[in-house]
């Protein structure tokens, strides 16, 4: 089993930054594909980001190309989501998770989640 526990979101100004991080625990995640995904309330979750287990392979949603990047510690066991040049409409909540399988873009092909983090962006 593994336990990933988001934290970082928050409210911020269009235009401005925030730094999600995914702390994983019960067992390693070097192994695992990762991913963050994002929902809004009434909408389907949907993919932001993605990196291979060693890090080398990174993709990403098309709205958040060249404003986000997602990268990874595993010496640390955790994931981050560096967020810059944030919209109003990146405003959702934001969940990390673990796939076993790579290149996993699809929410069903993840087998671990965290319980998300609120990011709000104000016009």
């Known amino acids: 089993q593994v336990q990933l526990v988001e934290s970082g979101g928050g409210l911020v100004q269009a235009g401005g930054s925030l730094r999600l991080s995914c702390a994983a625990s019960g067992r390693t995640i070097s192994t695992y594909t990762m991913g963050w995904f994002r929902q809004a309330p009434g909408k389907e979750r949907e993919f932001v980001a993605v990196?291979?287990?060693?890090?080398?392979?990174?993709y990403y949603l098309d709205s958040v190309k060249g404003r986000f990047t997602i990268s990874r510690d595993n010496a640390k066991n955790t994931v981050y989501l560096q967020m810059n040049s944030l919209k109003p409409e990146d405003t959702d909540v934001y969940y990390c998770?673990?796939?076993?399988?790579?290149?996993?873009?699809?929410?069903?092909?993840?087998?671990?989640w965290g319980q998300g983090t609120q990011v709000t962006v104000s016009s």
């Open positions: 998770a673990a796939a076993s399988g790579s290149r996993a873009k699809r929410v069903y092909e993840y087998d671990y």
């Open positions: 990196i291979s287990w060693r890090g080398g392979s990174t």
